[in-house]
């Protein structure tokens, strides 16, 4: 059989590749688990300091993979509330709270789940050519894995409602106007520079790059007067980093840091 998923480590990136690409990269139950995998070594492997994301072929990932959800012929109508619960929710809180950054090179279509899971990743580079659909409406279920909530944060929630109702598809250089993702690219360099990012962020100082994504994340629901809190706590963590010493140290000695990640 061929595996879902492929990984691969390269100084100290674990790039994760969707792998079922006749299929456009949709989600089974064996993709679901094999990315789990995936994350589940990204986040005990210290070797491990940064994760990149992608697809092989032409698309992302088209979500769901709606022949496991073949209701023709008198089947019954699965509890999609249950696969939610325990694949698609348990991912979105993987990668969200996987205290490494996670690069997105969204390399095609993202479709439905393949769209929200992809932007629910920290840092994410599409391809000139891809393509990011809310394509739950079409299929009479709403938004899921997250996009709820990302989608009004990131463009605001006339834009939210008009993507996730219409199921129009977004170009990737309209997400980067937008804000949606981080930027866009040209095709034949997309994994080349997310490649580039996820070592330098790899090689960088990832213990305060995990509390950074934490801030970030946690400021959508908190008060200024709490997140000024949470900086002040987090920044005296930092403070006694090892990396905070060595990037003092080596601007005063002008030369490059060599960061740990401690
Ligand atoms: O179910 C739950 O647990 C709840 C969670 C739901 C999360 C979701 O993601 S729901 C949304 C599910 N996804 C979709 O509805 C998208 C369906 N796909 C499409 O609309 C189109 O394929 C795309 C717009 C993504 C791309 O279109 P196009 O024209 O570039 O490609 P294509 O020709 O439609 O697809 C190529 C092949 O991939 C084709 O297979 P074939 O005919 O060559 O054997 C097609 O059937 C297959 N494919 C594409 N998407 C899916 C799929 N097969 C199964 N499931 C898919 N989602």
Same mark, same amino acid.
């Given at each position: 059989?061929?595996?879902?998923?492929l990984t691969?480590v390269?100084?100290g990136?674990?790039t994760?590749?969707?792998?079922?690409?006749e299929?456009?990269?949709?989600?089974?139950?064996?993709l679901?688990?094999?990315?789990?995998s995936?994350f589940e070594?990204?986040?005990?492997?210290? %070797?491990? /300091? +940064?994760?990149? $994301? =992608?697809g092989? !072929?032409?698309?992302?990932?088209a979500?769901?993979?709606?022949?496991e959800?073949d209701m023709?012929?008198?089947?019954?109508a699965?509890?999609?509330?249950?696969?939610?619960?325990?694949?698609?929710?348990?991912?979105?809180r993987q990668?969200?709270?996987?205290?490494?950054?996670v690069?997105c090179?969204?390399?095609?279509v993202a479709?439905?789940?393949?769209?929200n899971?992809a932007?629910?990743?920290?840092?994410?580079?599409?391809g000139?050519?891809?393509?990011?659909i809310?394509?739950?409406?079409?299929?009479?279920l709403?938004?899921?894995?997250?996009?709820t909530?990302?989608?009004p944060?990131l463009?605001? %929630?006339? /834009? +939210?409602?008009? $993507? =996730?109702?219409t !199921?129009m598809?977004?170009?990737?250089?309209?997400?980067a106007?937008?804000?949606?993702?981080?930027?866009?690219?040209?095709d034949?360099t997309?994994?080349a520079e997310?490649?580039?990012?996820?070592?330098s962020l790899?090689?960088?100082?990832?213990?305060?790059?995990?509390?950074t994504?934490g801030?970030?994340?946690d400021?959508?629901?908190?008060t200024?007067?709490?997140q000024?809190?949470a900086e002040r706590?987090?920044q005296?963590?930092a403070?006694?980093?090892?990396?905070?010493k060595?990037?003092v140290?080596?601007?005063?000695e002008?030369?490059?840091?060599?960061?740990?990640?401690?």
């Amino acid at each position: 059989d061929i595996d879902p998923v492929l990984t691969a480590v390269r100084k100290g990136v674990l790039t994760v590749t969707l792998n079922r690409p006749e299929k456009l990269n949709a989600f089974t139950e064996g993709l679901h688990l094999a990315l789990r995998s995936a994350f589940e070594a990204a986040t005990t492997e210290d %070797e491990i /300091r +940064a994760v990149l $994301l =992608t697809g092989a !072929g032409r698309a992302f990932s088209a979500g769901q993979d709606l022949s496991e959800r073949d209701m023709r012929n008198g089947g019954h109508a699965p509890d999609l509330g249950h696969t939610l619960e325990t694949l698609y929710n348990p991912l979105v809180r993987q990668i969200r709270d996987l205290p490494k950054p996670v690069v997105c090179a969204v390399n095609g279509v993202a479709a439905g789940a393949g769209a929200n899971i992809a932007i629910a990743c920290d840092i994410v580079l599409a391809g000139q050519s891809a393509r990011f659909i809310q394509v739950f409406s079409k299929i009479g279920l709403v938004p899921d894995s997250g996009g709820t909530w990302l989608l009004p944060r990131l463009i605001g %929630e006339a /834009r +939210a409602k008009a $993507l =996730t109702m219409t !199921g129009m598809p977004l170009p990737a250089e309209t997400a980067a106007d937008w804000g949606m993702i981080w930027k866009c690219v040209p095709d034949d360099t997309l994994l080349a520079e997310a490649t580039d990012l996820a070592e330098s962020l790899a090689s960088g100082p990832t213990y305060g790059l995990s509390l950074t994504k934490g801030l970030i994340q946690d400021a959508a629901d908190q008060t200024l007067d709490a997140q000024l809190d949470a900086e002040r706590d987090l920044q005296r963590r930092a403070g006694q980093s090892r990396d905070y010493k060595e990037g003092v140290s080596a601007f005063l000695e002008k030369r490059p840091p060599e960061f740990t990640g401690t």
